[in-house]
């Protein structure tokens, strides 16, 4: 391989972009289309074209750089996302951006000219936070979200997705889309402890668990905490606790890797001396299987039904999105596994917990992704953290992916 990975480079970069929304506690909260969202894509803009590519941003901001190659052919892309969830980690999404931008790097202080054009992709909204669902920009891309349901989505304030990426200056034209490419990879943290516990540093990734996302909203009765007697009351916090529990009790009894979470709550009128009136909380659960998700939420509204009865308060149900399960393409994830051994980068295979733009690339392109190790398996936190050498190992594995599949690969779409 006449191309390597320039480790100092690598790691002034990455922390470089932590210091772009950085928390107090090592974190960074990079929220996606605000102003620090906004000042990574400048960076990244700048990086790119002084790496020789030339950036184009599509209808929904998602950043496109491109490095020509010998031959017209579909481009290799390489893709992840800045955007960051509240008090995260530095790695989850820039991991991927900025392992590929030193791939760029490496490549041309080889003097090497791919075959294919190599695509360096910063997708739009991963995180899903902000903004919900998650995986917007690469969803958009594929077709599966309409961009214009898309741009509509508001956050907490009511500000509209739309008009904040106008407001930073990084909507572009339909036609600067990713297309289908020749192959699609994607370097993340693992975000889960697989790797960590066997004591291993890069990760094959099969495929993608299922994931869906519920809101919830519980409407009960607002009324004096003193007098009412409990019989009487209609409690929509009290209501919620028994909701909680249930999505706890069926992610539990389901056995791993199936898992349950509540994490966004909002309560009404929330003071001390009022028995509450309304609750808006989220539901998300992941399964490897398309009907055991579907299980999941019919057990679910079950139970919401039987203890809105039961308390006389109304419960709404959204299922507002569901990611299926998705298989990666086996040329790929081979390609990915013979890449670590040639690297020598110690791996096994593993599907992943967390969402990836690469399940959205891969209704597109033949698609792979690399994990790194993440510490006690620890992400979504200001704790997130993977060591440099397990670093160096994955942007090396992606490094010998690019350059194996440009040469076997030959394109299903020119
Ligand atoms: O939700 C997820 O799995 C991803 O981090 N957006
Ligand atoms: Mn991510
Ligand atoms: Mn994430």
Redesign the pocket.
């Known amino acids: 391989m006449p191309a390597s990975v320039n480790r100092e480079r690598l790691l002034k970069t990455i922390d470089d972009y932590a210091r772009i929304g950085a928390t107090d506690s090592g974190g960074v909260t990079r929220l996606a289309l605000s102003e620090d969202d906004g000042r990574a894509r400048e960076r990244f803009a700048g990086d790119v074209t002084g790496a020789g590519l030339e950036l184009s941003a599509d209808d929904f901001g998602n950043m496109v750089a491109r490095r020509e190659g010998s031959e017209v052919l579909a481009p290799i892309q390489i893709g992840s996302h800045l955007d960051t969830v509240r008090r995260g980690g530095r790695f989850?999404g820039a991991l991927g951006v900025l392992g590929g931008l030193e791939v760029i790097r490496a490549f041309n202080d080889a003097g090497i000219t791919t075959r294919h054009p190599v695509d360096l992709i910063n997708w739009t909204n991963?995180?899903?936070v902000r903004f919900e669902p998650?995986?917007m920009g690469s969803g958009v891309a594929c077709g599966v979200f309409d961009r214009e349901w898309a741009c509509d989505r508001t956050d907490l304030d009511g500000v509209r997705l739309g008009d904040e990426l106008r407001r930073i200056g990084f909507q572009g034209e339909r036609n600067n889309r990713p297309p289908t490419g020749a192959a699609y990879l994607e370097l993340h943290i693992e975000q889960g402890p697989v790797l960590d516990d066997a004591d291993i540093p890069v990760g094959i990734v099969e495929g993608i668990v299922g994931?869906t996302w519920i809101n919830v909203r519980i409407l009960g009765q607002a009324d004096h905490a003193g007098p009412s007697p409990m019989a009487l009351r209609r409690d929509a916090l009290a209501a919620a606790a028994e909701i909680i529990l249930v999505v706890e009790h069926l992610a539990s009894e389901s056995g791993p890797p199936v898992v349950g979470t509540v994490g966004r709550f909002d309560l009404e009128p929330n003071i001390i001396n009022t028995i509450p009136s309304q609750v808006e909380m989220s539901v998300d659960f992941r399964h490897r299987d398309a009907e055991g998700l579907k299980r999941l939420v019919d057990r679910l509204i079950e139970s919401a039904d039987e203890i809105e009865t039961r308390r006389g308060v109304d419960i709404q149900l959204e299922r507002f999105w569901t990611s299926p399960p998705t298989a990666f393409d086996a040329r790929i994830v081979d390609a990915v596994a013979l890449a670590a051994d040639a690297v020598g980068a110690q791996s096994r295979r593993l599907w992943s917990g967390?969402?990836h733009d690469a399940k959205y690339a891969a209704e597109m392109t033949p698609t792979g992704m690399i994990f790194v190790r993440s510490r006690g398996g620890l992400s979504?936190c200001e704790q997130e953290f993977s060591e440099s050498d397990d670093i160096v190992a994955g942007v090396a594995t992606l490094l010998q992916t690019v350059f194996a599949l440009d040469a076997s690969l030959d394109s299903i779409v020119t």
């Open positions: 989850d991963e995180e899903g998650a995986m994931i967390a969402g979504h």
